[in-house]
């Protein structure tokens, strides 16, 4: 099990659309990450991925219409509408084409939109 320190973390988020009115099974979220881009599985909504020395986390959430969310626990969660991907801080200098790149290939892989702003 990989131990993070998240509040040392940045993150980009994706989403399907502005309203989170869509969402996708974790199943199918896990089987892209997993068997498509190479993850390892965390947890029910949460992989690692390897970029050179560093890990970031990709962790499926499900936020109300405005994108605000709370939660425990991933556990019990079926299906998401926002996906977090965290970046340890300076992995962007270090590994910022590599994260861009895993970045777009998830979005294309399940249609959701990048939200580089966050």
């Known amino acids: 099990m990989i131990s993070m ?4 973390y940045d993150y980009i988020s994706l989403r399907a659309n ?3 009115s869509v969402h996708v099974k974790i199943d199918y979220l896990m089987s892209i990450l997993t068997d498509e881009l190479g993850c390892e599985q965390a947890s029910n909504a949460s992989c690692y991925y390897q970029i050179g020395s560093c890990y970031i986390r990709i962790q499926g959430i499900e936020c109300d219409k405005n ?8 556990e019990s969660l079926k299906k ?3 996906i977090e991907i965290n970046l340890p801080q300076g992995s962007e200098s270090q590994h910022g084409t590599e994260i861009i790149a895993f970045t777009n290939s998830l979005s294309d892989k399940i249609g959701w939109e990048i939200d580089w702003e966050t």
Do not use: E, R, T
């Open 5 to 8: 320190d998240l509040s040392l």
């Open 18 to 20: 502005s309203s989170h």
């Open 67 to 74: 994108g605000n969310y709370a939660f425990d626990s991933d």
């Open 80 to 82: 998401v509408n926002l």
